[in-house]
Nanobody, 119 residues
Framework: QVQLVESGGGLVQAGGSLRLSCAAS????????MGWYRQAPGKQRELVAT???????NYADSVTGRFTISRDNAKKTWYLQMNNLKPEDTAVYYC?????????????WGKGTLVTVST
């Protein structure tokens, strides 16, 4: 079973920065998409950013220009650099490893890391 472990969450003031990391126990195929999602209290989980094995990135409108996703295939790790954080970015952030392109429905989730942005 693939395990994903997030790190880097915490408490930060508005305008500050955090860098989240997600390490996978294994990567069985290079054809995958690595991503970050978040869930704020009382809200549904939403996509934050994804990066494909080909390097294509996708961002939610609310984070475009402030967040950057990247991946290090050799380390089986991907990152979310979050700058100019806002209180509305407060949420539990989950990393995702998606093989659906080649194995429909196969994806894995981390347990989440809490990001709290204070005013």
């Amino acid at each position: 079973q693939v395990q994903l472990v997030e790190s880097g969450g915490g408490l930060v003031q508005a305008g500050g920065s955090l860098r989240l990391s997600c390490a996978a126990s294994e990567i069985s195929s290079s054809l995958n998409s690595m991503g970050w999602y978040r869930q704020a209290p009382g809200k549904q989980r939403e996509l934050v950013a994804t990066v494909t094995s080909g390097g294509s990135t996708n961002y939610a409108d609310s984070v475009t220009g402030r967040f950057t996703i990247s991946r290090d295939n050799a380390k089986k790790t991907w990152y979310l650099q979050m700058n100019n954080l806002k209180p509305e970015d407060t949420a539990v952030y989950y990393c995702n490893l998606d093989y659906s392109r080649i194995r429909p429905g196969i994806q894995y989730w981390g347990k989440g890391t809490l990001v709290t942005v204070s005013t």
